[in-house]
């Protein structure tokens, strides 16, 4: 099998013994390395079975520079970060490919104040790792290993960060039925202690995080569509559904409807702006029912590049009180700036506590959109006129070009952005249904197929 090596600002991945070994990570992770202050460096992973490999390349290669690395051995993505600041860390890496298949595998980086490093600070690792000599990998056994600690407890901080954003009486009271399906990713650890705490009874799916997937690891409609029945077979009033690295959520409501992943952020939105009014931030490709509730309450809302690390740095701009992005992946300050599915739970269940309602009956409450996505072929060197072509098309829309190209008319928007490595755009549509959404699709690939 042949493929690319993935590298993006935040991280990379790579098909584990084709383009990502044991010392392609070891080059990246000391290519990071070389821009930190002193001070320990936590390494976890995702449970997948290349990941210990990985993490042992990782620790030697960060040990032998004489760095203090501390192996957390399988954590969630949002664990990882509260352990880098718990810890008082200079970095974290993340072994993880998220929703890849099996074979995939990846690095993403940590800065010191627990979030995903932003654009700049990614760029020079990756000027640094393209630059590199390839690394020496040494046996277990050498002088450097002592420097390699093992963390032990690695939950207490996350969970007693999640506990002091949500009523923990209120939630025990209801003595919810879950269902969590953690399909052997690294969400089961601290989901399975979070959701007891929370007075929960629990029916646990994938509960052992060795990689062994039941089903492909992203949590669409499609994939989940034999765990979906199971919410009601088992009698509970909510569905929770995590990516292998937990850092996304989707939600099947007690009828077995999946809500999906942009309703996550939505009701966690909602929630917490009943509580407290404050700014949001969303990506420009998040559905637009989190700015809709933003203007209900009055609350200020702002619009970021995609991108995890491009959410975070508004929010720290703007002091955001929430915010996240479209695929589940909700960030509450009060935690940790990193996508946090744990946070996503605990939130619901505390809006389904606090209003008594079920979780079918929030999702009904919001503004009703439907997205669609699509991408048309188009060389790069088109794409100039492409985009001209469609701001002269779209004329009567307001534009924006933060991140690709976005129109934008009353309950209905338009995105375009180029893909970083296909020659292809990728268009997403949003409407009052899933037709309208689909007409400007067509509409907008019609007019760059003309080009």
Same mark, same amino acid.
């Given at each position: 099998?042949?493929?690319?090596?993935?590298?993006?600002?935040?991280?990379?991945?790579?098909?584990?013994? @084709?383009?990502?070994?044991?010392?392609?990570?070891?080059?990246?992770?000391?290519?990071?390395?070389?821009?930190?202050?002193?001070?320990?460096?936590?390494?976890?992973?995702?449970?997948?079975?290349?990941?210990?490999?990985?993490?042992d390349a990782i620790a030697t290669a960060l040990a032998s520079k004489g760095r203090i690395v501390l192996d957390a051995d399988?954590?969630?993505?949002?664990?990882?970060?509260?352990?880098?600041?718990?810890?008082?860390?200079?970095?974290?890496?993340?072994?993880?490919?998220?929703?890849?298949?099996?074979?995939?595998?990846?690095?993403?980086?940590?800065?010191?104040?627990?979030?995903?490093?932003?654009?700049?600070?990614?760029?020079?690792?990756?000027?640094?790792?393209?630059?590199?000599?390839?690394?020496?990998?040494?046996?277990?056994?050498?002088?450097?290993?002592?420097?390699?600690?093992?963390?032990?407890?690695?939950?207490?901080?996350?969970?007693?960060?999640?506990?002091?954003?949500?009523?923990?009486?209120?939630?025990?009271?209801?003595?919810?039925?879950?269902?969590?399906?953690?399909?052997?990713?690294?969400?089961?650890?601290?989901?399975?202690?979070?959701?007891?705490?929370?007075?929960?009874?629990?029916?646990?799916?994938?509960?052992?995080? @060795?990689?062994?997937?039941?089903?492909?690891?992203?949590?669409?409609?499609?994939?989940?569509?034999?765990?979906?029945?199971?919410?009601?077979?088992?009698?509970?009033?909510?569905?929770?559904?995590?990516?292998?690295?937990?850092?996304?959520?989707?939600?099947?409501?007690?009828?077995?409807?999946?809500?999906?992943?942009?309703?996550?952020?939505?009701?966690?939105?909602?929630?917490?702006?009943?509580?407290?009014?404050?700014?949001?931030?969303?990506?420009?490709?998040?559905?637009?029912?989190?700015?809709?509730?933003?203007?209900?309450?009055?609350?200020?809302?702002?619009?970021?590049?995609?991108?995890?690390?491009?959410?975070?740095?508004?929010?720290?701009?703007?002091?955001?009180?929430?915010?996240?992005?479209?695929?589940?992946?909700?960030?509450?300050?009060?935690?940790?700036?990193?996508?946090?599915?744990?946070?996503?739970?605990?939130?619901?269940?505390?809006?389904?506590?606090?209003?008594?309602?079920?979780?079918?009956?929030?999702?009904?409450?919001?503004?009703?959109?439907?997205?669609?996505?699509?991408?048309?072929?188009?060389?790069?060197?088109?794409?100039?006129?492409?985009?001209?072509?469609?701001?002269?098309?779209?004329?009567?829309?307001?534009?924006?070009?933060?991140?690709?190209?976005?129109?934008?008319?009353?309950?209905?928007?338009?995105?375009?952005?180029?893909?970083?490595?296909?020659?292809?755009?990728?268009?997403?549509?949003?409407?009052?249904?899933?037709?309208?959404?689909?007409?400007?699709?067509?509409?907008?690939?019609?007019?760059?197929?003309?080009?």
């Amino acid at each position: 099998m042949s493929s690319e090596l993935i590298i993006s600002v935040s991280g990379l991945r790579g098909i584990v013994g @084709d383009t990502l070994t044991a010392e392609v990570a070891a080059r990246y992770a000391l290519a990071y390395e070389a821009g930190l202050e002193m001070g320990p460096i936590v390494i976890t992973r995702d449970g997948r079975g290349s990941g210990r490999m990985l993490a042992d390349a990782i620790a030697t290669a960060l040990a032998s520079k004489g760095r203090i690395v501390l192996d957390a051995d399988v954590a969630a993505t949002p664990t990882t970060g509260v352990l880098v600041r718990s810890h008082g860390a200079a970095a974290g890496i993340q072994i993880s490919a998220s929703h890849n298949p099996i074979e995939w595998n990846g690095l993403k980086l940590f800065g010191a104040d627990g979030r995903v490093i932003p654009a700049t600070a990614g760029e020079a690792v990756i000027e640094r790792f393209h630059a590199a000599e390839p690394v020496k990998l040494t046996a277990n056994g050498n002088e450097g290993d002592a420097n390699i600690r093992q963390l032990d407890e690695t939950l207490s901080a996350h969970l007693q960060l999640i506990e002091e954003i949500v009523d923990v009486e209120r939630i025990r009271a209801a003595n919810f039925r879950v269902l969590l399906d953690s399909n052997h990713g690294a969400g089961s650890l601290l989901g399975r202690h979070l959701l007891k705490e929370l007075g929960c009874q629990l029916e646990l799916f994938g509960g052992t995080p @060795d990689g062994h997937f039941a089903h492909t690891p992203e949590p669409t409609a499609e994939n989940l569509a034999e765990v979906a029945p199971q919410v009601v077979a088992r009698g509970a009033v909510i569905g929770f559904c995590q990516d292998p690295d937990a850092d996304r959520l989707a939600v099947i409501d007690e009828q077995g409807n999946y809500l999906g992943e942009e309703y996550t952020l939505a009701i966690c939105v909602d929630h917490v702006l009943r509580q407290k009014v404050g700014p949001v931030v969303t990506n420009c490709s998040t559905s637009r029912m989190s700015q809709d509730i933003a203007e209900k309450y009055g609350a200020p809302f702002y619009r970021s590049k995609v991108g995890e690390a491009n959410v975070t740095d508004l929010m720290i701009e703007h002091q955001a009180v929430i915010g996240g992005e479209g695929n589940g992946g909700t960030i509450d300050p009060r935690v940790v700036y990193v996508r946090d599915s744990f946070v996503g739970m605990a939130l619901l269940l505390d809006a389904m506590a606090a209003r008594q309602v079920s979780i079918s009956e929030l999702a009904a409450e919001l503004p009703r959109y439907e997205m669609v996505k699509a991408k048309v072929a188009l060389a790069k060197e088109r794409l100039p006129a492409a985009l001209n072509a469609l701001k002269a098309h779209f004329s009567d829309a307001e534009t924006d070009d933060l991140d690709g190209l976005r129109f934008d008319w009353p309950g209905r928007w338009l995105l375009v952005r180029a893909s970083n490595t296909e020659p292809i755009v990728r268009i997403m549509a949003e409407a009052a249904d899933a037709a309208a959404a689909q007409a400007i699709c067509d509409e907008a690939g019609q007019v760059i197929a003309e080009v």
